[in-house]
């Protein structure tokens, strides 16, 4: 089958040479540097003590790839609304687009049964851009658990985790879907199909939707934010408001999964938020899909989020001071 990588950063990188060396036919998306290094040594991955290199097509033009059967967004939410224009060579007739990103995605209402079903939200798709360029019904989920790294131009460094979890919006068991699943397996991904993506989505998203800009804001690495008894009781009130607003959109996740996800998050000692490092680094800063998307389904839900408006509102300002955000 052929992917396209579009993004082959830490996350998008590790994606393509696994998928490349299980005999996929892949070619990768990317730019600067970072590309110059790939179409020279080969695109490099460090994992478990062994040094992989893929020798994979890779370009700034997607247009030079044609259609693909399935195409893997790995890029920030922002940079995805940004290139949604640029996807069209690589979207045939049945093209699958996979979203690797953080937060929540641009298709959340396509097929999603309640009563916004088939809403655009403004916060991580202005425009409805997204919606109406690649279209959602094309869209399978996708939750990343994996933690990487570039630590040089074409080199990626895996930390820990190797699992993608996968569904489609409507919790179809689709052919398109268990082919991704079946393909993901071989190239040594845990992939597990979801028939109900979205409650994924949040418990992954109310870390993020606190963790990143509490980071950002503190310079506080992980382990900190989880145990300094200030930090954390701000996490579990982001955290409650972050469930309320779950609730009202009929996904149920316990109570006991505020307290598990702070203590999972604690045992990363040193480990900086994706906000922070690029805050630290001078890259956009990734605010909206992870935080205003939250603030957007609060008041359409009816829903307060006091709190998580505040760290909102410092963490936005911070980005504009720093010249890293213009949501």
């Not at 036919?25 to 991955?45: F, P, Q, S």
């Not at 209402?109 to 939200?121: A, I, P, T």
Request: proline share 5%; charged share 20%; hydrophobic share 45%.
């Amino acid at each position: 089958m052929k992917f396209c990588i579009f993004g082959a950063g830490a996350i998008g990188g590790y994606l393509a040479v696994e998928l490349a060396l299980s005999g996929q036919d892949v070619c990768v998306v990317a730019r600067g540097e970072h590309l110059d290094a790939i179409k020279k040594n080969g695109l490099k991955l460090l994992i478990g003590g062994q040094e992989k290199v893929a020798r994979i097509p890779a370009s700034d033009n997607p247009a030079d790839f044609g259609h693909q059967d399935y195409v893997l967004c790995a890029l920030k939410a922002h940079q995805s609304h940004e290139s949604a224009a640029a996807f069209k060579p690589l979207l045939g007739p049945d093209t699958a687009m996979v979203t690797a990103m953080n937060g929540i995605p641009w298709w959340y209402f396509y097929q999603e049964g309640g009563k916004f079903d088939g809403r655009k939200l403004e916060s991580v798709d202005p425009g409805g851009l997204q919606w109406d360029l690649i279209g959602p019904e094309r869209a399978i989920g996708c939750v990343v658990d994996p933690a990487c790294e570039v630590i040089a131009p074409g080199v990626i460094e895996h930390h820990e985790f190797n699992r993608f979890i996968i569904g489609e919006p409507d919790g179809s068991r689709s052919e398109r879907v268990v082919k991704l699943a079946e393909a993901l397996t071989a190239a040594n991904f845990d992939a597990p199909i979801r028939d109900a993506i979205r409650w994924n989505v949040w418990l992954k998203l109310w870390g993020n939707v606190c963790f990143n800009p509490i980071s950002a804001l503190t310079h506080a690495t992980l382990d900190r934010i989880t145990s300094e008894p200030g930090l954390r009781a701000l996490c579990m009130q982001m955290m409650h408001e972050a469930k309320a607003v779950t609730e009202a959109l009929n996904v149920h996740i316990g109570d006991e999964m505020i307290e598990r996800r702070l203590n999972v998050a604690g045992k990363a000692v040193g480990h900086k938020m994706s906000m922070l490092q690029d805050l630290e680094r001078h890259r956009s800063m990734e605010i909206d899909a992870l935080v205003t998307a939250v603030q957007e389904l609060g008041r359409l839900t009816g829903v307060p989020t006091p709190t998580i408006d505040i760290l909102l509102t410092l963490v936005q300002e911070e980005g504009r001071q720093a010249g890293l955000y213009h949501g």
